[in-house]
């Protein structure tokens, strides 16, 4: 669930968890597994992902993983041209959401002289 913008950290069955986990040399490692089933008395069921191992575990030694996939604007690159930095990509959508504001463009139309609808507004 999404409050305020932010998803739960609550442990719920069906969440995808980094855990700790024995192996089968005896020592303990952080593996990738789902919460299968929460107990009333803190601790979980992990059901791990490689090998679909199920193990209970406490509460503390599983950590939530968030699966929310970012979404990303699409940049056009002429031959040669660097990756731009994450700040030079705020700076350019800043600059292009300004201009639109200023000529009353819609927010995701292309801006004059693109050379696609998927231009780098």
């Known amino acids: 669930r999404v409050y305020g913008g932010r998803e739960s950290m609550v442990p719920q069955e069906m969440m995808l968890v980094h855990a700790w986990r024995p192996s089968p040399a005896g020592e303990w490692t952080l593996g990738r597994g789902v919460i299968h089933r929460v107990h009333d008395d803190d601790t979980l069921t992990v059901q791990f992902v490689p090998d679909q191992h199920r193990c209970r575990l406490p509460t503390s030694s599983v950590r939530p993983v968030s699966d929310v996939t970012p979404e990303y604007p699409v940049i056009r690159l ?9 700040a030079e990509i705020d700076v350019r959508e800043h600059n292009a959401n300004v201009y639109r504001e200023q000529e009353g463009i819609a927010w995701d139309a292309p801006l004059p002289g693109a050379q696609d609808h998927e231009a780098l507004r």
């Open 78 to 86: 002429a031959p040669g041209e660097r990756v731009p930095t994450q």
